[in-house]
């Protein structure tokens, strides 16, 4: 029995609207899931695929159906190799391209090979860009019976409205601190010893990740704390005039683009926040970003935050990522009060 609202009981609401609208044999051709990164939308598109494909579903107490996971439908799902289960992601261009989409709805209109129905992930939503939504447009128009459409988006990040419009829209939480904590503890003792990241790592990747849990297990076991706390301590000494603008931007570019832009934007959303009376997430740079907040307006922060956006528009057609940190680190130096010359 797979119920994946015990596993990640955030997920709950969103699963169970799942759970009664196929008891309810009302079940949407289309669904777009929005959420921020790392909070899960993977896992519960999966849970939803197994659930609509089960052979024989188990009803628990209340009647709601949960996937058995035992017959061959359940099997081939767990062992990600059910052929009337697709996943379309980016590909290298970070985008996710026509010739995807036409091969999603080539799949929508064939026979199911060994289940049901058939599934199509679309992971994510956020990453079609205009002619491939267009080219999706069909599919959601023409709905097909025996196929249910998943959308994944990330909170933030935009989906055409066209596309929004013909989808049931349903939103994954980020869970309390308590229970993203208890999620990853859960988490970090099934890998093997040695492996295994220090309770303090833990408490900084859930800090680092916003308490989105898988987000925060990517963290604590893999580089980006360690490269993180180096491009934080290039970027206040170069803020305070230490360090130049080449030495802070080779810090930024071992990130990667990706990684780097995820900061950047972070520290811009939580000057944002601080200017508008609030705290910040990443409590580590709190206190510089307090000192930038108490001197500047609002629309500073906003300024940043366009200026992610458009490098990571632009990330579509390689930019250079050493480039683009010191274009972003000069942006902010813009906000260090500048010093009175002697007379
Ligand atoms: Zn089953």
Redesign the pocket.
Known sequence: MTDIALKMPWLKKPWQVIQSRLSEGRLPHALLVTGECGVGKRAWADAVSSLLL????LRKEAGTPV?????R??QLISASSHPDVRVYAPEKSRMIKIEQVRQLSAFAVSSPQVASRKIAVIDRADQLNINSANALLKTLEEPVPDFVLILLQESGRPVLPTIRSRCQVLSIPVPSAEQAEQWLVGEVAELEEGKQPSPELMAKSLMLAGNAPRLALEYATGEFPALRDEAFDKFRQFMKGQVAVAEAAKAFKALGLEDMLWLFEGWASDLARLCAGGTANDHEAGEMLGFLASRNPAWRAHELLDQVRETRAAGVYNVNPELEASRLLIAWRELMPTKRRAS
């Open positions: 089960c052979a024989k579903p996937a058995c996971g035992q017959c439908q359940c």
